[in-house]
């Protein structure tokens, strides 16, 4: 089946850090770009950070530049958000996106993981 499940939210202190993974079935991880969005309450969905296929060129949100890094594993076909210096308007849930990028292109062919809640409080 084809799917991103999203794991390694929950509930961290302002200041603290967490790691999420997004692991992948039913299709070709190396082909796809692959991104982390978020949605706070009462906020539209957001780009937080994307890693591209095949070069491994990233971007990230103005809000969290230096202090999230996305990276991927192709062998183990998941892909990783590291959150430092977590802050409570990074609460949100978290969603994975697949885009079909081969060669740098765009296919056209999203999917989407269902979220992990990240709750950044004291």
């Known amino acids: 089946q084809v799917g991103l499940v999203e794991s390694g939210g929950g509930l961290v202190q302002p200041g603290e850090s967490l790691r999420l993974s997004c692991a992948a079935s039913g299709f070709t991880f190396s082909a796809y770009t692959m991104s982390w969005y978020r949605q706070a309450p009462g906020n539209e969905r957001e780009l937080v950070a994307a890693?591209?296929?095949?070069?491994?060129?990233?971007n990230y949100a103005d809000s969290v530049k230096g202090r999230f890094t996305i990276s991927r594993d192709n062998d183990k076909e998941t892909v990783y958000l590291q959150m430092n210096s977590l802050k409570p308007e990074d609460t949100a849930v978290y969603y994975c996106?697949?885009?079909?990028?081969?060669?740098?292109?765009?296919?056209?062919?999203?999917?989407w993981g269902k979220g992990t809640l990240v709750t950044v409080s004291s």
């Open positions: 890693i591209s296929s095949p070069d491994g060129t990233t």
């Open positions: 996106k697949g885009k079909m990028t081969i060669a740098g292109r765009d296919y056209g062919l999203d999917y």
